[in-house]
């Protein structure tokens, strides 16, 4: 049976660099645990989650966010374009949110 996906087992900032080069293999990489801010602020919202929740990104996630949203055109729509050293922040940016909203 094939795996539907691997884990990277590299360091993450090497992983956005190899991801933009990868294949059509899916491969993912843990960006962090769960925090106790986060479990309790979704709990607040309605939401309840456990310990066992990951956060994690795969490479075609990566691939797709600068082949989409780094260019100009994400300024004529109102956004901010991404750029690599967005995505080198992000598991800082996970662990140290200002706020949380949902919606439907």
Same mark, same amino acid.
């Given at each position: 049976?094939?795996?539907?996906?691997?884990?990277?087992?590299?360091?993450?900032?090497?992983?956005?660099?190899?991801?933009?080069?990868?294949? @059509?293999?899916? &491969? /993912?990489?843990? +960006?962090?645990?769960?925090?106790?801010?986060?479990?309790?602020?979704?709990? $607040?919202?309605? *939401?309840k989650?456990?310990?066992?929740?990951?956060?994690?990104?795969? @490479?075609?996630? &990566? /691939?797709?966010? +600068?082949?989409?949203?780094?260019?100009?055109?994400?300024?004529?729509?109102? $956004?901010?374009? *991404?750029?690599?050293?967005?995505l080198?922040?992000?598991?800082?940016?996970?662990?140290?949110?200002?706020?949380?909203?949902?919606?439907?």
């Amino acid at each position: 049976m094939c795996a539907l996906f691997s884990y990277y087992k590299g360091e993450y900032e090497q992983f956005i660099k190899d991801a933009l080069g990868s294949n @059509n293999d899916l &491969i /993912k990489i843990l +960006i962090s645990e769960v925090r106790d801010k986060l479990i309790n602020d979704l709990e $607040q919202l309605g *939401i309840k989650i456990n310990g066992e929740y990951r956060h994690t990104i795969d @490479n075609n996630a &990566i /691939k797709h966010s +600068i082949k989409q949203h780094s260019k100009m055109k994400e300024s004529l729509r109102g $956004q901010v374009p *991404i750029t690599l050293d967005d995505l080198s922040h992000l598991p800082e940016i996970i662990d140290t949110y200002d706020s949380l909203s949902t919606s439907k």
